[in-house]
T-cell receptor
Framework: DAGITQSPRHKVTETGTPVTLRCHQTENHRYMYWYRQDPGHGLRLIHYSYGVKDTDKGEVSDGYSVSRSKTEDFLLTLESATSSQTSVYFC???????????????FGSGTQLSVL | AQRVTQPEKLLSVFKGAPVELKCNYSYSGSPELFWYVQYSRQRLQLLLRHISRESIKGFTADLNKGETSFHLKKPFAQEEDSAMYYCALLYGNNRLAFGKGNQVVVIP
C-alpha cells in the first residue's frame, strides 16, 4: 500500500464543534484529495490540492475547508460540524495526472466521523 | 457538468455466472474512465482503466463513446469478486468523479 495515513480513524463529536481530519503521505505525491463516502451517493469530492498552498473546491465543499502547508499533509476542517457531515472520509493521493497510463489514485483507510 | 451513473445498487450473482456492472457517463470533453474496487476491510483501489485496454482478475471494460458507456464485465464470477465497485471519470484539473457504486455479492 502507498504510504497514506489518515487520523483519527474514528471520531464522535457534537454538533457545532470544530473537527480537523489529517491526511499524511510519505510518497511525495503532488495531488491530494478529500472525498466523503455515503450510502446512495458513492464517493464525492470535497476539496483537492495540486501543490503546497494550492487547493480548490470539489462538488460538496460547503461547510469544509482545507489546508496544505507542506507536501505530506492535507488537513480537512469542519468549522462547525453538523449531523449531515456524518460520513466516512477518504483521503487520496496521485503523483501526476490520475488518467495517465501509469498513474492512479491511492486511497487511505478512511475516517469514520459521527456528528451527534 | 460531468456525471457518472451506475443504475443498480446491489447485484447478486451465483458463482460461475456472468456479471455485468453498468456505467454511463456524461462529459463534454474527451472521456477517461476507470473502475475502482473496495473489498471488505481493504482500501479502495484501481481495478482497471479504459486507456490500458487490459483485463484484470478476469474483468474487462470497453469504452463506448456512442453509448457513453463503460460497462464492467466478467464471464464467470468468483466468490472473491464480492466487493463494492465504483465507476469513475477524470475531469478538470486531475479530478475524479465517481458513480454511486455497485455492491456485488457472489453466492457460492
Amino acid at each position: 500500500d502507498a504510504g497514506i495515513t489518515q487520523s483519527p480513524r474514528h471520531k464522535v463529536t457534537e454538533t457545532g464543534t470544530p473537527v480537523t481530519l489529517r491526511c499524511h503521505q510519505t510518497e511525495n505525491h503532488r495531488y491530494m484529495y478529500w472525498y466523503r463516502q455515503d450510502p446512495g451517493h458513492g464517493l464525492r469530492l470535497i476539496h483537492y490540492s495540486y501543490g503546497v498552498k494550492d487547493t480548490d473546491k470539489g462538488e460538496v465543499s460547503d461547510g469544509y475547508s482545507v489546508s496544505r502547508s507542506k507536501t505530506e499533509d492535507f488537513l480537512l476542517t469542519l468549522e462547525s460540524a453538523t449531523s449531515s457531515q456524518t460520513s466516512v472520509y477518504f483521503c487520496a493521493i496521485s503523483e501526476s495526472r490520475a488518467g495517465a497510463t501509469n498513474e492512479k489514485l491511492f486511497f487511505g483507510s478512511g475516517t469514520q466521523l459521527s456528528v451527534l | 457538468a460531468q456525471r457518472v451513473t451506475q443504475p443498480e445498487k446491489l447485484l447478486s450473482v451465483f458463482k460461475g455466472a456472468p456479471v455485468e456492472l453498468k456505467c454511463n457517463y456524461s462529459y463534454s470533453g474527451s472521456p477517461e474512465l476507470f473502475w475502482y474496487v473496495q473489498y471488505s476491510r481493504q482500501r479502495l483501489q484501481l481495478l482497471l482503466r479504459h486507456i490500458s485496454r487490459e483485463s484484470i482478475k478476469g474483468f474487462t471494460a470497453d469504452l463506448n463513446k456512442g453509448e457513453t458507456s463503460f460497462h464492467l464485465k466478467k464471464p464467470f464470477a468468483q466468490e472473491e469478486d464480492s466487493a463494492m465497485y465504483y465507476c469513475a471519470l477524470l475531469y478538470g484539473n486531475n479530478r475524479l468523479a465517481f458513480g454511486k457504486g455497485n455492491q456485488v455479492v457472489v453466492i457460492p
